[in-house]
């Protein structure tokens, strides 16, 4: 991660599954970044690097206050709201771990329509563990028994787009297959571009009028013991 920061220096890094009670803020202040984190013990986590000034405005997703899951982290850098989430995965099927990924979902969705309705300009990122469409993975019938593909949550992701979010990737990359940002460490998965894109940008109109470039960097996953994801950029005006 220090080397893809230093490369490409951008403005605001968001992270997910820290796995860790603890974040090396110091690690990356020398690096030039500010740094805010919510962190879980061996599970969940996420953080916000920033070259700016960050106001941490939520850590926990509203509607569940039993919820201690660290998946969530609202902030506000240079006059944008910039929510992080990583989803909940919700395998197997059937389980409350997919029931949970629903309701978390379910939560999600009524605070995304109040941010739309709000004049602050608002992005939100991170690992969605949603395959939107067939496109968005390699081989839809290799997927058909995963949380990630399933109608419900997929049902949930395009109502965020009714609500008028824009998917940063797509609206770029209208019909490009094979566009993936997580692929599996066996059987040579990333070699056979065998992958899903399960991470998203959802702007607002505000930020989407804005909206440059959205690409997936492939260099981090090609890289000796890697991460199973890449980095998705995205770049605003």
């Given at each position: 991660m ?6 490409q220096?951008p403005d605001?890094?968001?992270l997910q599954?820290l796995?860790?009670?603890?974040f090396?803020?110091l690690v990356?202040?020398?690096l ?5 984190a919510?962190?879980q013990?061996a ?8 070259k700016h000034?960050?106001?941490t405005v ?7 206050e039993e919820d ?8 506000m ?7 992080n989430?990583?989803l909940?995965?919700?395998n197997p099927?059937g389980?409350?771990?997919?029931l949970?990924?629903?309701?978390w979902?379910?939560r999600l969705?009524?605070?995304m ?13 991170g690992?969605?563990?949603?395959i939107p469409?067939?496109?968005?993975c390699h081989?839809?019938?290799a ?6 593909f399933?109608p ?5 992701y395009?109502a965020?787009l009714?609500m008028?979010y824009t998917?940063?990737?797509r609206?770029?990359?209208?019909g490009?297959?094979?566009?993936f940002?997580?692929?599996d460490y ?7 571009n ?5 991470d998203?940008?959802l702007l607002?109109p ?6 440059q470039?959205c690409?997936?960097d ?5 890289k000796?013991k890697p991460?199973d994801h890449?980095?998705?950029v995205?770049e605003l005006?």
């Amino acid at each position: 991660m220090r080397q893809w920061l230093q490369s490409q220096s951008p403005d605001v890094l968001l992270l997910q599954e820290l796995k860790g009670p603890e974040f090396p803020a110091l690690v990356f202040k020398d690096l030039g970044y500010e740094s805010v984190a919510v962190t879980q013990k061996a599970y969940n986590g996420v953080a916000v690097l920033s070259k700016h000034p960050i106001e941490t405005v939520n850590t926990t997703l509203a509607g569940d206050e039993e919820d201690s899951h660290a998946r969530f982290l609202e902030v506000m850098i240079e006059g944008i709201r910039m929510v992080n989430i990583y989803l909940p995965n919700g395998n197997p099927i059937g389980s409350d771990k997919f029931l949970y990924k629903l309701a978390w979902m379910d939560r999600l969705l009524p605070q995304m329509n109040r941010w739309r309705n709000e004049t602050t300009p608002t992005l939100v990122g991170g690992d969605f563990n949603v395959i939107p469409e067939d496109i968005d993975c390699h081989k839809p019938s290799a997927w058909m028994g995963d949380a990630l593909f399933q109608p419900e949550p997929r049902a949930r992701y395009r109502a965020l787009l009714a609500m008028g979010y824009t998917d940063a990737f797509r609206s770029l990359h209208p019909g490009e297959p094979g566009k993936f940002t997580f692929w599996d460490y066996f059987r040579q998965a990333f070699e056979h571009n065998r992958g899903i894109r399960i991470d998203h940008f959802l702007l607002c109109p505000r930020v989407a009028t804005r909206l440059q470039s959205c690409y997936i960097d492939l260099e981090p996953r090609r890289k000796e013991k890697p991460s199973d994801h890449t980095p998705i950029v995205v770049e605003l005006r």
